[in-house]
Protein backbone atom coordinates (compact mmCIF):
# COMPACT_ATOMS: atom_id res chain seq x y z
CA UNK A 1 0.00 0.00 0.00
CA UNK A 2 1.92 3.24 -1.02
CA UNK A 3 2.00 6.03 1.49
CA UNK A 4 -0.45 8.08 -0.81
CA UNK A 5 -3.44 5.65 0.00
CA UNK A 6 -2.81 5.42 3.75
CA UNK A 7 -2.82 9.48 4.25
CA UNK A 8 -6.49 9.50 2.56
CA UNK A 9 -7.41 6.99 4.95
CA UNK A 10 -6.39 8.77 7.82
CA UNK A 11 -8.00 12.11 6.79
CA UNK A 12 -10.64 13.76 8.63
CA UNK A 13 -14.21 14.25 7.16
CA UNK A 14 -15.91 17.28 7.94
CA UNK A 15 -19.62 17.49 8.68
CA UNK A 16 -22.74 20.26 9.51
CA UNK A 17 -24.67 19.72 11.90
CA UNK A 18 -27.67 21.82 13.16
CA UNK A 19 -28.52 22.65 16.80
CA UNK A 20 -32.37 23.44 18.18
CA UNK A 21 -31.25 27.34 18.54
CA UNK A 22 -32.89 29.15 15.74
CA UNK A 23 -30.18 32.25 16.06
CA UNK A 24 -29.66 35.84 17.50
CA UNK A 25 -32.50 37.16 14.49
CA UNK A 26 -35.66 35.35 16.14
CA UNK A 27 -34.58 36.49 20.12
CA UNK A 28 -37.04 39.54 19.38
CA UNK A 29 -39.91 38.04 18.28
CA UNK A 30 -39.51 35.15 20.80
CA UNK A 31 -39.25 38.27 23.46
CA UNK A 32 -42.27 39.47 22.38
CA UNK A 33 -44.42 36.01 22.82
CA UNK A 34 -42.58 35.59 26.52
CA UNK A 35 -44.08 39.09 27.34
CA UNK A 36 -47.24 38.66 25.87
CA UNK A 37 -47.76 34.54 27.23
CA UNK A 38 -46.80 36.17 30.83
CA UNK A 39 -49.27 39.03 30.69
CA UNK A 40 -52.21 36.62 30.04
CA UNK A 41 -50.82 34.08 32.68
CA UNK A 42 -50.76 37.19 35.15
CA UNK A 43 -54.67 38.31 33.85
CA UNK A 44 -55.48 34.69 34.06
CA UNK A 45 -53.89 34.22 37.93
CA UNK A 46 -55.77 37.94 38.79
CA UNK A 47 -59.17 36.81 37.28
CA UNK A 48 -61.86 39.61 37.55
CA UNK A 49 -64.57 40.32 35.85
CA UNK A 50 -65.39 42.30 32.19
CA UNK A 51 -68.51 44.45 32.23
CA UNK A 52 -69.82 46.84 29.53
CA UNK A 53 -70.57 50.56 30.19
CA UNK A 54 -72.80 52.48 28.30
CA UNK A 55 -72.28 56.34 27.97
CA UNK A 56 -73.28 59.09 25.80
CA UNK A 57 -69.88 60.90 25.75
CA UNK A 58 -67.06 59.69 27.24
CA UNK A 59 -66.01 63.37 27.31
CA UNK A 60 -62.05 62.28 26.12
CA UNK A 61 -61.60 59.23 28.37
CA UNK A 62 -58.52 57.09 27.38
CA UNK A 63 -58.99 53.22 27.05
CA UNK A 64 -56.17 51.45 29.42
CA UNK A 65 -55.39 54.98 31.27
CA UNK A 66 -58.87 55.25 32.19
CA UNK A 67 -59.16 53.87 36.09
CA UNK A 68 -62.34 52.54 38.19
CA UNK A 69 -62.17 53.74 41.34
CA UNK A 70 -63.92 53.17 44.56
CA UNK A 71 -63.67 54.95 47.51
CA UNK A 72 -60.44 56.65 45.68
CA UNK A 73 -59.11 52.88 45.50
CA UNK A 74 -58.42 51.51 42.08
CA UNK A 75 -60.19 48.24 41.26
CA UNK A 76 -60.77 47.90 37.58
CA UNK A 77 -59.51 50.01 34.67
CA UNK A 78 -60.87 50.19 30.90
CA UNK A 79 -59.57 48.62 28.37
CA UNK A 80 -61.42 49.68 24.97
CA UNK A 81 -63.93 52.24 24.00
CA UNK A 82 -65.77 51.35 20.76
CA UNK A 83 -69.29 53.22 19.16
CA UNK A 84 -71.94 52.08 19.65
CA UNK A 85 -73.85 50.16 16.63
CA UNK A 86 -76.72 53.04 16.67
CA UNK A 87 -73.97 55.86 16.75
CA UNK A 88 -75.78 57.59 19.85
CA UNK A 89 -73.39 56.43 22.57
CA UNK A 90 -70.35 55.08 23.51
CA UNK A 91 -69.74 51.41 25.22
CA UNK A 92 -66.77 50.79 27.54
CA UNK A 93 -65.03 47.87 27.96
CA UNK A 94 -63.68 47.27 31.07
CA UNK A 95 -62.30 44.90 33.89
CA UNK A 96 -63.04 44.82 37.37
CA UNK A 97 -60.73 43.20 40.39
CA UNK A 98 -62.25 39.88 41.85
CA UNK A 99 -62.09 42.37 45.47
CA UNK A 100 -64.75 44.29 43.89
CA UNK A 101 -67.22 42.04 41.46
CA UNK A 102 -69.71 41.73 44.45
CA UNK A 103 -70.57 44.92 43.92
CA UNK A 104 -71.45 44.19 40.41
CA UNK A 105 -75.36 44.46 40.82
CA UNK A 106 -78.13 46.31 38.76
CA UNK A 107 -78.22 49.59 41.08
CA UNK A 108 -74.44 50.21 40.94
CA UNK A 109 -73.63 53.26 39.47
CA UNK A 110 -70.75 54.16 37.21
CA UNK A 111 -70.05 57.96 35.95
CA UNK A 112 -67.00 60.28 34.82
CA UNK A 113 -65.16 62.15 37.19
CA UNK A 114 -63.04 64.99 35.47
CA UNK A 115 -66.00 64.62 32.57
CA UNK A 116 -66.45 68.72 32.99
CA UNK A 117 -62.90 70.06 34.87
CA UNK A 118 -64.48 72.53 37.44
CA UNK A 119 -62.84 74.54 40.22
CA UNK A 120 -65.86 74.10 42.28
CA UNK A 121 -64.25 70.48 42.24
CA UNK A 122 -60.48 70.60 42.26
CA UNK A 123 -60.05 66.59 42.20
CA UNK A 124 -61.61 67.06 38.80
CA UNK A 125 -58.40 69.09 37.19
CA UNK A 126 -56.60 66.07 37.10
CA UNK A 127 -58.61 65.30 33.64
CA UNK A 128 -57.57 67.90 32.45
CA UNK A 129 -54.35 65.95 31.48
CA UNK A 130 -54.86 62.38 31.95
CA UNK A 131 -58.74 62.39 31.01
CA UNK A 132 -61.46 61.17 33.10
CA UNK A 133 -61.84 58.48 35.45
CA UNK A 134 -64.99 55.79 35.99
CA UNK A 135 -66.21 56.00 39.77
CA UNK A 136 -68.26 53.29 40.99
CA UNK A 137 -70.76 53.31 43.64
CA UNK A 138 -72.06 50.15 44.63
CA UNK A 139 -76.43 49.85 44.89
CA UNK A 140 -78.41 46.87 45.65
CA UNK A 141 -79.91 44.70 42.72
CA UNK A 142 -79.22 42.02 40.53
CA UNK A 143 -76.19 40.54 39.58
CA UNK A 144 -75.67 42.07 36.11
CA UNK A 145 -72.40 43.13 33.47
CA UNK A 146 -74.08 46.07 31.55
CA UNK A 147 -74.59 49.04 32.92
CA UNK A 148 -75.86 52.62 31.77
CA UNK A 149 -72.62 55.15 32.48
CA UNK A 150 -73.23 58.84 33.72
CA UNK A 151 -71.27 61.95 32.85
CA UNK A 152 -71.37 63.30 36.51
CA UNK A 153 -71.75 62.10 39.58
CA UNK A 154 -75.51 61.65 40.56
CA UNK A 155 -77.15 64.31 42.71
CA UNK A 156 -78.84 61.36 44.87
CA UNK A 157 -77.38 58.04 44.42
CA UNK A 158 -79.22 54.54 44.18
CA UNK A 159 -82.87 54.53 44.44
CA UNK A 160 -84.79 57.19 45.22
CA UNK A 161 -88.56 58.76 45.41
CA UNK A 162 -89.38 60.38 42.37
CA UNK A 163 -88.40 64.11 42.47
CA UNK A 164 -91.03 66.93 42.25
CA UNK A 165 -90.44 69.10 39.60
CA UNK A 166 -90.71 73.12 39.25
CA UNK A 167 -89.82 75.28 36.58
CA UNK A 168 -88.07 78.94 37.01
CA UNK A 169 -87.65 81.49 34.68
CA UNK A 170 -84.30 84.08 34.73
CA UNK A 171 -84.43 87.14 32.76
CA UNK A 172 -80.84 87.45 32.38
CA UNK A 173 -78.89 84.61 30.48
CA UNK A 174 -79.08 80.75 31.32
CA UNK A 175 -76.40 79.57 28.76
CA UNK A 176 -73.69 79.15 30.80
CA UNK A 177 -75.96 76.68 33.32
CA UNK A 178 -76.15 73.26 32.61
CA UNK A 179 -78.43 69.94 33.27
CA UNK A 180 -77.51 67.80 36.13
CA UNK A 181 -75.86 71.11 37.98
CA UNK A 182 -76.65 71.26 41.80
CA UNK A 183 -80.14 73.17 43.12
CA UNK A 184 -78.98 74.03 46.67
CA UNK A 185 -80.76 75.81 49.49
CA UNK A 186 -78.49 77.79 52.64
CA UNK A 187 -75.41 75.81 50.85
CA UNK A 188 -77.28 72.54 51.13
CA UNK A 189 -77.93 70.76 48.26
CA UNK A 190 -81.72 69.38 47.38
CA UNK A 191 -81.71 69.04 43.76
CA UNK A 192 -80.73 69.26 40.02
CA UNK A 193 -81.03 71.29 37.02
CA UNK A 194 -83.15 69.05 35.24
CA UNK A 195 -83.96 71.10 31.45
CA UNK A 196 -83.02 73.82 30.10
CA UNK A 197 -85.23 75.01 27.48
CA UNK A 198 -85.10 78.25 24.22
CA UNK A 199 -88.19 79.45 23.29
CA UNK A 200 -88.92 82.53 20.91
CA UNK A 201 -92.47 83.96 20.58
CA UNK A 202 -93.00 84.90 17.31
CA UNK A 203 -95.89 87.11 17.92
CA UNK A 204 -95.00 88.71 20.78
CA UNK A 205 -91.13 89.23 20.19
CA UNK A 206 -89.88 87.56 23.84
CA UNK A 207 -87.56 85.56 24.60
CA UNK A 208 -88.08 83.01 27.09
CA UNK A 209 -85.88 80.60 28.48
CA UNK A 210 -86.71 78.10 31.41
CA UNK A 211 -85.27 76.05 33.99
CA UNK A 212 -86.74 72.96 35.01
CA UNK A 213 -85.49 72.09 38.18
CA UNK A 214 -85.92 68.58 40.25
CA UNK A 215 -86.33 68.37 43.89
CA UNK A 216 -85.69 65.65 46.24
CA UNK A 217 -87.82 64.97 49.00
CA UNK A 218 -84.86 62.50 50.38
CA UNK A 219 -82.43 65.43 50.18
CA UNK A 220 -85.00 68.06 51.39
CA UNK A 221 -85.83 66.45 54.91
CA UNK A 222 -89.21 67.41 57.08
CA UNK A 223 -89.93 67.07 60.34
CA UNK A 224 -93.25 66.09 61.38
CA UNK A 225 -94.16 64.51 58.20
CA UNK A 226 -94.61 60.98 57.43
CA UNK A 227 -92.17 58.92 55.00
CA UNK A 228 -94.76 57.80 52.84
CA UNK A 229 -95.95 61.19 51.77
CA UNK A 230 -93.00 62.77 51.71
CA UNK A 231 -93.45 63.90 48.20
CA UNK A 232 -96.84 65.95 48.87
CA UNK A 233 -94.72 67.41 52.27
CA UNK A 234 -92.11 68.82 49.67
CA UNK A 235 -94.35 70.01 47.76
CA UNK A 236 -96.26 72.17 50.85
CA UNK A 237 -92.83 73.01 52.47
CA UNK A 238 -91.94 74.99 48.60
CA UNK A 239 -95.32 76.62 48.69
CA UNK A 240 -94.90 77.95 51.91
CA UNK A 241 -91.41 79.29 51.63
CA UNK A 242 -92.66 80.97 48.09
CA UNK A 243 -95.11 82.77 50.13
CA UNK A 244 -92.42 83.80 52.46
CA UNK A 245 -90.07 84.74 50.08
CA UNK A 246 -87.52 82.13 48.60
CA UNK A 247 -86.51 82.75 45.12
CA UNK A 248 -84.95 81.61 42.81
CA UNK A 249 -81.27 82.73 42.03
CA UNK A 250 -78.45 82.27 39.36
CA UNK A 251 -75.07 81.64 40.71
CA UNK A 252 -71.66 80.80 40.55
CA UNK A 253 -69.19 78.81 42.46
CA UNK A 254 -66.81 79.90 42.91
CA UNK A 255 -67.78 83.46 42.40
CA UNK A 256 -66.85 84.71 38.78
CA UNK A 257 -64.67 81.73 37.57
CA UNK A 258 -66.92 78.96 38.77
CA UNK A 259 -69.92 76.53 37.22
CA UNK A 260 -73.35 77.75 37.32
CA UNK A 261 -75.77 76.79 39.61
CA UNK A 262 -79.25 77.07 41.25
CA UNK A 263 -79.75 78.82 44.54
CA UNK A 264 -82.95 79.26 46.49
CA UNK A 265 -82.53 82.11 48.26
CA UNK A 266 -84.86 83.85 51.35
CA UNK A 267 -85.21 87.28 50.13
CA UNK A 268 -86.00 90.03 52.67
CA UNK A 269 -88.83 92.29 51.68
CA UNK A 270 -89.46 90.25 48.64
CA UNK A 271 -93.59 90.78 47.25
CA UNK A 272 -95.99 88.99 48.30
CA UNK A 273 -95.91 85.66 45.91
CA UNK A 274 -97.68 82.44 45.14
CA UNK A 275 -97.02 79.16 43.15
CA UNK A 276 -98.08 79.62 39.49
CA UNK A 277 -98.28 77.12 37.13
CA UNK A 278 -96.43 77.49 34.02
CA UNK A 279 -96.69 74.70 31.71
CA UNK A 280 -97.90 72.68 33.80
CA UNK A 281 -95.46 72.78 36.26
CA UNK A 282 -95.68 75.14 39.55
CA UNK A 283 -93.27 77.95 39.05
CA UNK A 284 -91.04 79.30 41.30
CA UNK A 285 -90.35 83.20 41.34
CA UNK A 286 -86.86 84.45 40.54
CA UNK A 287 -85.15 87.35 42.00
CA UNK A 288 -81.94 89.11 39.87
CA UNK A 289 -78.59 88.61 41.02
CA UNK A 290 -77.19 86.17 44.48
CA UNK A 291 -73.72 85.69 45.67
CA UNK A 292 -71.28 87.79 44.20
CA UNK A 293 -73.55 89.89 41.82
CA UNK A 294 -75.46 91.02 45.23
CA UNK A 295 -72.21 92.46 46.27
CA UNK A 296 -71.65 93.66 42.94
CA UNK A 297 -75.14 95.58 43.07
CA UNK A 298 -74.15 96.77 46.18
CA UNK A 299 -71.10 98.54 45.10
CA UNK A 300 -72.71 99.88 41.90
CA UNK A 301 -75.21 101.71 44.50
CA UNK A 302 -71.98 103.43 46.31
CA UNK A 303 -72.22 107.18 45.17
CA UNK A 304 -68.85 107.32 44.24
CA UNK A 305 -69.19 110.63 42.34
CA UNK A 306 -70.15 112.34 46.29
CA UNK A 307 -66.98 110.77 47.75
CA UNK A 308 -64.89 111.73 45.30
CA UNK A 309 -66.44 115.35 45.51
CA UNK A 310 -66.37 115.01 49.37
CA UNK A 311 -62.65 113.87 49.22
CA UNK A 312 -61.45 116.94 46.52
CA UNK A 313 -63.43 119.35 48.74
CA UNK A 314 -61.45 118.30 51.88
CA UNK A 315 -58.08 118.37 49.81
CA UNK A 316 -59.25 122.07 48.90
CA UNK A 317 -60.20 123.22 52.26
CA UNK A 318 -56.68 121.28 53.27
CA UNK A 319 -54.54 123.43 50.78
CA UNK A 320 -56.33 126.95 52.16
CA UNK A 321 -55.48 126.54 55.47
CA UNK A 322 -52.03 125.48 54.81
CA UNK A 323 -51.41 128.53 52.80
CA UNK A 324 -53.52 130.46 55.55
CA UNK A 325 -51.27 133.34 56.30
CA UNK A 326 -52.96 133.40 60.05
CA UNK A 327 -51.44 129.81 60.32
CA UNK A 328 -48.13 130.88 59.25
CA UNK A 329 -48.34 133.94 61.74
CA UNK A 330 -49.44 131.32 64.90
CA UNK A 331 -46.60 128.62 64.31
CA UNK A 332 -44.42 131.76 63.91
CA UNK A 333 -45.93 132.94 67.66
CA UNK A 334 -46.02 129.65 68.67
CA UNK A 335 -42.12 129.29 68.01
CA UNK A 336 -41.59 132.55 70.28
CA UNK A 337 -43.04 131.04 73.03
CA UNK A 338 -41.41 127.95 73.12
CA UNK A 339 -37.86 130.07 72.70
CA UNK A 340 -38.96 132.19 76.08
CA UNK A 341 -39.91 129.33 77.92
CA UNK A 342 -35.99 127.27 77.19
CA UNK A 343 -34.52 131.20 78.08
CA UNK A 344 -36.47 131.08 81.23
CA UNK A 345 -35.80 127.33 82.27
CA UNK A 346 -32.25 127.86 81.57
CA UNK A 347 -31.52 130.87 84.08
CA UNK A 348 -33.95 129.00 86.68
CA UNK A 349 -32.14 126.27 86.20
CA UNK A 350 -29.05 126.74 88.47
CA UNK A 351 -30.66 128.29 91.05
CA UNK A 352 -33.05 125.44 91.56
CA UNK A 353 -30.41 123.37 93.96
CA UNK A 354 -29.91 126.36 96.02
CA UNK A 355 -33.74 126.81 96.29
CA UNK A 356 -33.87 123.07 97.47
CA UNK A 357 -31.28 123.91 99.88
CA UNK A 358 -32.66 126.53 101.54
CA UNK A 359 -36.09 124.63 102.08
CA UNK A 360 -34.38 121.70 103.51
CA UNK A 361 -32.30 124.21 105.96
CA UNK A 362 -35.97 125.82 106.27
CA UNK A 363 -37.78 122.87 106.94
CA UNK A 364 -34.61 121.73 109.90
CA UNK A 365 -34.99 124.70 111.99
CA UNK A 366 -38.74 124.72 112.10
CA UNK A 367 -38.23 121.24 113.58
CA UNK A 368 -35.87 122.17 116.09
CA UNK A 369 -38.16 125.07 116.65
CA UNK A 370 -40.58 122.45 117.23
CA UNK A 371 -39.30 120.42 119.68
CA UNK A 372 -38.04 123.47 121.56
CA UNK A 373 -41.18 124.17 121.89
CA UNK A 374 -42.77 120.96 122.54
CA UNK A 375 -40.06 120.24 125.72
CA UNK A 376 -41.82 123.76 127.12
CA UNK A 377 -45.29 122.93 126.94
CA UNK A 378 -44.49 118.89 127.35
CA UNK A 379 -46.66 117.38 130.47
CA UNK A 380 -48.62 120.40 130.67
CA UNK A 381 -52.27 119.47 129.85
CA UNK A 382 -54.14 122.96 130.19
CA UNK A 383 -51.87 124.56 127.37
CA UNK A 384 -54.26 123.45 124.76
CA UNK A 385 -53.08 126.52 122.45
CA UNK A 386 -49.70 126.54 122.75
CA UNK A 387 -49.96 122.29 122.03
CA UNK A 388 -51.80 123.80 118.64
CA UNK A 389 -49.26 125.57 117.96
CA UNK A 390 -46.58 123.16 118.31
CA UNK A 391 -48.67 121.07 115.82
CA UNK A 392 -49.01 123.44 113.11
CA UNK A 393 -44.98 124.24 113.23
CA UNK A 394 -44.73 120.48 112.80
CA UNK A 395 -46.98 120.64 110.05
CA UNK A 396 -45.28 123.72 108.52
CA UNK A 397 -42.09 121.68 108.30
CA UNK A 398 -43.23 118.42 106.81
CA UNK A 399 -44.79 120.40 104.03
CA UNK A 400 -41.83 122.50 103.43
CA UNK A 401 -39.58 119.35 103.45
CA UNK A 402 -42.12 117.85 100.99
CA UNK A 403 -41.63 120.89 98.63
CA UNK A 404 -38.06 120.88 98.94
CA UNK A 405 -38.34 117.06 97.87
CA UNK A 406 -40.78 117.53 95.16
CA UNK A 407 -38.56 119.81 93.45
CA UNK A 408 -35.49 118.23 93.92
CA UNK A 409 -36.94 115.21 92.01
CA UNK A 410 -38.85 117.86 89.40
CA UNK A 411 -37.10 120.88 89.43
CA UNK A 412 -39.34 121.18 86.08
CA UNK A 413 -42.17 122.47 88.38
CA UNK A 414 -41.22 125.67 88.49
CA UNK A 415 -41.97 126.40 84.82
CA UNK A 416 -44.67 123.99 84.45
CA UNK A 417 -46.66 123.78 88.05
CA UNK A 418 -47.22 120.67 89.71
CA UNK A 419 -49.67 118.38 88.11
CA UNK A 420 -52.28 116.27 89.72
CA UNK A 421 -54.40 116.91 93.21
Known amino acids: MSEGSQADRSRTKAAV ?4 WPGWVWSIPIAAVAVVGWALLRTLAEGGQTIEIVFDDVHGLKPKNAEIL ?4 KVGEASEATIAPDGKSVIVTASVDDSATQFLRSGTTFWLRGS ?22 PGPGTKTTSFAGLSRRPIVAGPHPK ?19 PVKLRGFTVGEVHSIAFRYDAKTGAIETP ?5 YPSLFPIEHEAASDSGAALAAAVKRLVAEGMRARLDRDPPFIGSYEVSLDMVKGAPPAQLSAAEGLPQIPSAEGGGIAT ?11 QIAQNLLDVTQHVDTLVASPQLKDAIAQLDQSLQQVHQVAAKAGPKITTLVDSLHRTADRLDETAKA ?8 PSQNGLSDAVREITEAARSVRDLSDYLDRHPEALIQGRSGG
Open 295 to 305: IVDRVNKVPID
Open 373 to 380: ANKVVGGV
Open 163 to 181: PDLYELSFSGAVGGLTQGE
Open 211 to 215: VTIAL
Open 17 to 20: RRGW
Open 70 to 73: YRGL
Open 116 to 137: TPSLSDLSSLGALLSGPSIVME
